[in-house]
């Protein structure tokens, strides 16, 4: 899949999308020193997740929200709104980038999130650096994320062991070095 939205026409103003009703969110991500907006939506069915670029496949990023929900309404999208505030919190990449790099003390929820990200950029951008392939230690440790208990050295089963650890720390690290590639060819409106 390119990461194209579906019905979406990618011209960098586009006008005429076969799909308006897909309900596509303001995604916030927060990567020192900038903070940004996508456009993402999740995808249907089996599909996977996306989010929006341009025709050249450069991933669409807005300073502000404001910006991403005036682009999405000259597109005639669906920006849902997840709540009153435009001001609801960005994902922020340092603590992933530090506990990826040197360990120590992160929220479990951020891992996750960050990790997510980074496989919805990848569907996105498939000719930025890959994340590494699948496989049955990054399952596994993918899969005790949900058991909250991934980071906690008294977690038993639950907890990461060496290798999980490593597998995600491959992940984020292979995942951080495609959001700089996206931002450094993004287009920025």
Not at 41 to 62: H, I, N
Not at 126 to 138: I, K, M, N
Request: aromatic share 8%; glycine share 10%; net charge negative.
């Amino acid at each position: 899949m390119s990461g194209r939205l579906p019905g979406v026409s990618h011209d960098p103003d586009p006008v005429s999308p076969a799909n308006p009703a897909a309900e596509h969110y303001a995604y916030r991500v927060r990567r020192t020193p900038a903070e940004l907006t996508l456009i993402w939506r999740g995808g249907e069915g089996d599909g996977p997740d996306e989010f929006a670029v341009d025709g050249s496949g450069r991933l669409l990023t807005f300073r502000e929200t404001a910006a991403a929900r005036k682009y999405c309404e000259r597109a005639g999208l669906a920006l849902a709104h997840e709540d009153e505030s435009e001001d609801t919190a960005a994902l922020d990449l340092d603590p992933a980038a530090e506990w990826a790099a040197h360990g120590g003390p992160v929220a479990e929820g951020l891992l996750l999130d960050a990790w997510n990200l980074f496989t919805d950029l990848a569907q996105a951008l498939p000719d930025g650096p890959p994340l590494p392939p699948r496989d049955p230690v990054q399952d596994s440790a993918y899969e005790k994320f949900f058991g909250l208990a991934a980071l906690d050295p008294d977690g038993g089963d639950g907890a990461w062991d060496q290798r999980e650890t490593e597998s995600v720390r491959e992940v984020l690290n292979a995942g951080l070095r495609l959001w700089e590639t996206a931002l450094a060819d993004a287009v920025i409106q």
